[in-house]
């Protein structure tokens, strides 16, 4: 592999790229560019060398559906036929990417509005990890005039909840991080009045076909409290993440980000990813609109055909 996959790869698995749709369209903006750069004539040639490049910038994260999706969606429309030449299949590959890429910012651009629909002035929001789509979700209700409160968790080991604390915070949105670790006691009644939540909103790495979602790790925790105390979950993410399997192998990461001087004899496990079930779910912000998770299969179907 060139130098240039080898650094997206190496970005998106050290979580330099962080975040499905980044790390999507860095997948795709690497393909298009390492595609149109391969020197051949021969088109079987070079389409197998576009599948090795693909299969390899995809195992860099293998719980990202969003990135094999538009993967698959592009091949999907890259055929070669008995008259295909190289030049002909490189101007496909070109514009296959762009409608790609287009067709996630078109989700993004739908589902972004949507939050006013589910946040009320006043109201006190608990967020996991950081979600660009749930970041540009509570920006653009602030801008819209609905005043509210956000609690966003620190999201060890990588700290990935200070992206969205200082996002929040530059756009002037009241914030304020706790640890993961308090969390399921902060959303609960005992913690006292004053922390009582309204709603949670989370991303999602994933999409399954029960309408389960899998998401950074500790969303587990986090839907199950939220359940038993009847406070409204709702998960903001594109359909074009959609998994095709009722489980996706979730992902461990290496035991240097939990400590990185650990006692040699020590075992640490690091789970990158956990599930929430669909019934603890009050409904998937969308692009086809805030939909129940049993209606998310039917959803693919309607508006990302090719994905199934």
Not at 44 to 67: G, I, N
Not at 164 to 176: G, H, Q, R, V, W
Not at 194 to 202: M, P, S, T
Not at 283 to 293: A, L, Q, T, V
Request: glycine share 4%.
């Amino acid at each position: 592999m060139n130098k240039r996959l080898q650094k997206i790869y190496r970005d998106i698995k050290t979580i330099k790229i962080q975040g499905a749709t980044a790390v999507t369209k860095s997948v795709i903006l690497a393909l298009r560019q390492y595609g149109l750069e391969i020197k051949t004539n021969s088109p079987k040639l070079w389409h197998k060398e576009l599948t090795k490049a693909a299969d390899y910038l995809l195992s860099a994260r293998p719980t990202e559906p969003m990135a094999q999706n538009s993967v698959k969606y592009i091949f999907k429309n890259i055929k070669i036929k008995k008259t295909s030449n190289v030049d002909q299949l490189k101007s496909s590959l070109n514009s296959e990417c762009q409608e790609t890429a287009l067709i996630i910012e078109n989700a993004a651009k739908k589902i972004i509005p949507l939050g006013k629909k589910i946040l009320k002035n006043y109201d006190e929001v608990l967020t996991h990890c950081h979600s660009w789509l749930v970041e540009q979700m509570l920006i653009d209700a602030h801008k819209n005039g609905i005043e509210f409160k956000v609690y966003n968790t620190e999201t060890r080991p990588l700290f990935q909840g200070r992206i969205t604390s200082k996002k929040l915070l530059e756009a002037n949105i009241d914030t304020t991080m706790i640890t993961d670790s308090s969390v399921g006691f902060f959303i609960s009644h005992y913690s006292g009045k004053n922390y009582l939540k309204h709603v949670i909103i989370i991303g999602a790495d994933a999409i399954l076909p029960n309408g389960s979602v899998v998401n950074k790790i500790g969303s587990y925790g986090i839907a199950a409290v939220a359940f038993l105390k009847k406070i409204p979950l709702y998960v903001a993410a594109p359909l074009f993440k959609f998994h095709h399997h009722s489980w996706i192998k979730i992902e461990k990461r290496s035991p240097g980000e939990v400590w990185s001087n650990a006692p040699k004899k020590l075992k640490i496990i690091n789970f990158a990813f956990d599930m929430v079930p669909s019934k603890w779910i009050k409904g998937i912000i969308c692009e086809n609109g805030i939909i129940k998770p049993k209606d998310v299969k039917k959803n693919v179907r309607k508006i990302y055909p090719e994905i199934l």
